[in-house]
């Protein structure tokens, strides 16, 4: 069964710091990599989304992606209470369907 | 909200009872999903769509049905409501090819008692 594994949290950062959230998946043939935020009660939002090994920067936000390890990783640099949310980690199994991880909560505090 | 609407936003049903979840998009995609979202977890995969007329299951399609007869609309029929169905739903849709981002509507929230 494929799966995408998250570090549940809750993940407490100051303000200002830098938030690292981390993702495992199974299957090997994924094709493509994304980070959504949720806030309680709300839908997800894509944040960012990544198809190739390395890096990838908008902003605050940088996915990193190790197919060789079949990692992904959401660096949230200068961190505000306004990303405290749930992250999700979803990846598509190469037929459109996406796998979504449980969430990690994260909590920046002032 | 990306151009998907659902509605209504939150229904109780009682056990037994039938429903059917709306989701329409005004965007011409082609690729259309439902999935629910129980409390602290991640999204799990019940029915999607590639096209008018083309639906599969997901992960958990097991009390759930759909049909696509239009490319705007994808319901989700719930014949015999049970508890285990209490969720949050959310329908998406895919922008351009199926490797492409999902975008999500606003969600159902359905209370089964």
């Known amino acids: 069964q494929k799966e995408v594994e998250q570090n549940s949290g809750p993940l407490s950062v100051p303000e200002g710091a830098i938030a690292s959230l981390n993702c495992t998946y199974s299957?090997?043939?994924?094709?493509?990599f994304f980070w959504y935020r949720q806030y309680s009660g709300k839908s997800p939002e894509l944040i960012m989304s990544?198809?190739?090994?390395g890096d990838k920067e908008d902003g605050r936000f940088t996915a990193q992606l190790n197919k060789a390890s079949q990692y992904v990783s959401l660096l949230i640099r200068d961190s505000q209470p306004s990303d405290s949310a749930t992250y999700l980690c979803?990846?598509?199994?190469?037929?459109?369907?996406?796998?979504f991880g449980q969430g990690t909560t994260l909590q920046v505090k002032p | 909200n990306a151009g998907v609407t659902q509605t209504p936003k939150f229904r109780i049903l009682k056990i037994g009872q039938s429903m059917t979840l709306q989701c329409t998009q005004d965007?011409?995609?082609?690729?259309m999903y439902w999935y629910r979202q129980d409390p602290g977890m991640g999204l799990k995969l019940i029915y999607y769509?590639?096209?008018?007329?083309?639906?599969d299951k997901g992960e958990v399609p097991n009390g759930y049905n759909v049909s696509r007869s239009t490319t705007e609309d994808f319901p989700l029929r719930l014949e015999l409501a049970a508890p285990s169905q209490t969720s949050v739903y959310f329908c998406?849709?895919?922008?351009?090819?199926?490797?492409?981002?999902?975008?999500f509507g606003d969600g159902t929230r359905l209370s089964i008692l």
């Open positions: 299957d090997r043939g994924s094709q493509s």
């Open positions: 998406a849709i895919t922008q351009g090819n199926s490797n492409q981002p999902q975008h």
């Open positions: 965007m011409n995609h082609n690729y």
């Open positions: 769509s590639v096209g008018a007329g083309i639906t």
């Open positions: 990544i198809y190739s090994n």
């Open positions: 979803a990846v598509n199994d190469g037929t459109g369907k996406l796998i």
